[in-house]
Structures are given as C-alpha cells and as structure tokens.
C-alpha cells in the first residue's frame, strides 16, 4: 500500500501564530484529503486537494503531486484549531492514512 | 441533514460473541468505507463498497465482514472478536470512490472494548 508520513507529529502553538502541516506520500495517487478530528473525535473533512492550492478561511492547503506531497497552513490560529490532523490519500478505491499531526493551540 | 449513522456508539463485548455495528447514510452516495483508528496509527481501512453486493477488501480486513446488501446501509461484522479488535471504528461513505474529485464523510465512531 501507500506510505503516508506527516510531520511533525505533535505541535504546540500559541493562540494567533501560524502552522505549517506536511504530509508525504510514496506513490502517485488520485485523491488526497485533509481532515482534522476535534477532542470530541468527530473527524471534519477540510480540503479535497490531489493537487493545487485552495483556501478556505484561515486555512489554506497545497498539493504538489509531482513531487508526492501536501501542506496544510493554518494562520492565526484559535484554541478550537485544537486536534488531530489527518492527511489521507486515495487509489483504487482504497484509502491510506497519516499518523497525524497533534496540535494544541495555548490561549 | 445529511449525515452517516453509526450505531452504538459505545460497545463493550467478551471475547467470542459476535457482534455488528452498524452505518447508515442518508446522501445516496455509492461508496461506503470501515476503518479502525488505534493510537499512533491513524486510520487503517477495514473495507470498502463500491456499490450494492460490492465489496472489497482495505489494509486490515482480518477478523471483519461485510454485507451491502441495499444502497444506505454498510454493516461491520466481527464474528468472534478478540481483545486485539478493541479499537475506535468508524464508517465514511462518498459520492463516488478514490477515483472521483469527491471528499469522504464519516460517522462520529464506534468505540468497542473486547474483554
């Protein structure tokens, strides 16, 4: 299958910085998508992306499938930005996941 | 509202009784998926359906099954657990599969303890 590899694995921001998310990937794919899973463990799709640049509020994501990775920004960011993040990607109808990124956001 | 059902929400359960959770979407979507999330691992695919009687096998399909026998409804199946199955299950569908620029939905979790 497809190896997913997301860094780092636990941040710890204060309440306004800025984030940058990463996630690797081993093989060439047709869906990736980021989501991100509040302490209540409710996972949130935020982004359909396989390649490109989109934006959504304070959250922006990359995809550069060439070279087999993402990158999912948060910019000011707030104590409910507070979870797990989650880079999956798609083939074939299969779905393969990251191990997350942790993040804590400190008011 | 258009949502994914999963039922229960908690399940604690000795080791060798069958038991199914089950996942029910309202979206008339075809694709439907199983995962299990355990600690330092992220989500690991059970199975998936592409449609009515299709299914198919993910990354850890052992000691699970399936039926799709109408549209709405994906049941998971584990006939004899053990205490390795104890995990945090959750059920996504989607209008399509990978193939399609279609994002997953996924239901709020089943977390099943095997004594």
């Known amino acids: 299958g497809i190896q997913v590899e997301q860094s780092p694995p636990d941040l710890i921001l204060q309440e306004g910085a800025n984030s940058t998310l990463r996630c690797n990937f081993s093989d060439s794919v047709n869906n990736l998508q980021w989501f991100h899973q509040n302490p209540w463990g409710q996972l949130i799709n935020l982004f359909y992306i396989p390649s490109g640049t989109k934006q959504n509020g304070r959250l922006s994501a990359t995809t550069v499938a060439t070279e087999r990775y993402s990158l999912l920004y948060i910019s000011s960011s707030q104590t409910t930005d507070s979870g797990v993040y989650f880079c999956?990607?798609?083939?074939?109808?299969?779905?393969?996941f990251g191990s997350g990124t942790k993040l804590n956001v400190k008011p | 509202e258009a949502q994914v059902t999963q039922n229960p929400r908690y399940l604690i359960t000795v080791t060798g009784k069958k038991l199914t959770v089950t996942c029910s979407q309202n979206m008339n979507h075809e694709y439907m998926s199983w995962y299990r999330q355990d600690p330092g691992l992220g989500l690991r695919q059970i199975y998936y359906s592409m449609n009515v009687e299709v299914t198919d096998k993910g990354d850890v399909p052992e000691g699970y099954k399936v039926s799709r026998k109408e549209k709405r409804n994906f049941p998971l199946i584990l006939e004899s657990p053990s205490p390795n199955q104890t995990s945090l299950y959750f059920c996504?569908?989607?209008?399509?599969?990978?193939?399609?620029?279609?994002?997953?939905?996924f239901g709020s979790g089943t977390q099943l303890s095997v004594l």
């Open positions: 999956a990607v798609g083939d074939f109808n299969k779905f393969y």
């Open positions: 996504a569908s989607s209008p399509g599969g990978s193939s399609t620029n279609e994002k997953l939905f």
